[in-house]
């Protein structure tokens, strides 16, 4: 029963480099989540997508794209990494009781450090 | 501007005893209240969910109750355990896939 897995957990990267953030659920769930964690401050959603073929930005999207690939998997690409990416990332998926009552799901986090 | 404060930022209890986590919101429109926890390195996991009817809700040794006038919550873990050691974070639901507003978590320390 994994969940939501993400790959990679750790990753450092160059100023410029581009990389792409992995994240597949297998619980069946419509919408997927990525979220970023720094210290101190709450968790920040970057993108979202509420169902198979749609996405929408978060509160903080500048420097990130999202592709929804299936119902499954949930990628976020960083085109060109800058010290202020890095984070911890999160995806997350939601079960099917919707927004209002369902349960959130985390992965375990990527770990990204930005050089 | 939506927001959720938390209090204390960090906190260190002697295995066994009790202890009560806060959560001020200032969220509007408001639609649930969620309580995750953290262990360190970890994703969060979820122990409570309250709507706006709701004003206490139980998950084994955690209580978390709800006063919506004030617009507060509180996490209450009892008789704690080394395991309970973990980051404790506040989040309010304003409604929508995109509206939940994460506070930036109660760090508890639980000492043998």
């Known amino acids: 029963n994994a969940g939501v897995t993400q790959t990679p957990k750790f990753q450092v990267l160059k100023t410029g480099q581009s990389m792409t953030l992995q994240c597949a659920q297998d619980m069946n769930h419509n919408s997927m989540y990525w979220y970023r964690q720094d210290p101190g401050m709450g968790l920040r959603l970057i993108y979202y997508s509420a169902s198979e073929g749609t996405t929408d930005k978060g509160e903080v999207p500048n420097g990130y794209n999202v592709s929804r690939l299936n119902k499954r998997e949930f990628s976020l690409r960083l085109e060109s990494a800058a010290p202020s990416q890095t984070s911890v990332y999160f995806c997350a998926s939601m079960s099917e009781q919707g927004w209002e009552t369902g349960e959130l799901f985390f992965g375990e986090g990527s770990r990204l450090t930005v050089l | 501007k939506n927001q959720v404060e938390q209090s204390p930022q960090s906190l260190i209890i002697l295995e066994g005893k009790n202890c009560t986590l806060q959560?001020?919101?200032?969220?509007?429109?408001?639609?649930?209240l969620r309580w995750y926890k953290q262990d360190t390195g970890r994703g969060p996991v979820s122990l409570t969910i309250?709507?706006?009817?709701?004003n206490t809700k139980s998950n084994g040794r955690y209580t978390a109750t709800l006063d919506a006038d004030t617009k507060q919550s509180s996490l209450h873990i009892t008789a704690s355990q080394l395991s309970d050691s973990a980051s404790y974070i506040c989040?309010?639901?304003?409604?929508?896939?995109?509206?939940?507003?994460f506070g930036a978590g109660t760090r508890l320390a639980v000492h043998p």
């Open positions: 989040v309010v639901s304003a409604g929508g896939y995109n509206k939940l507003i």
């Open positions: 309250m709507t706006f009817s709701e």
């Open positions: 959560c001020n919101y200032t969220v509007s429109p408001f639609s649930n």
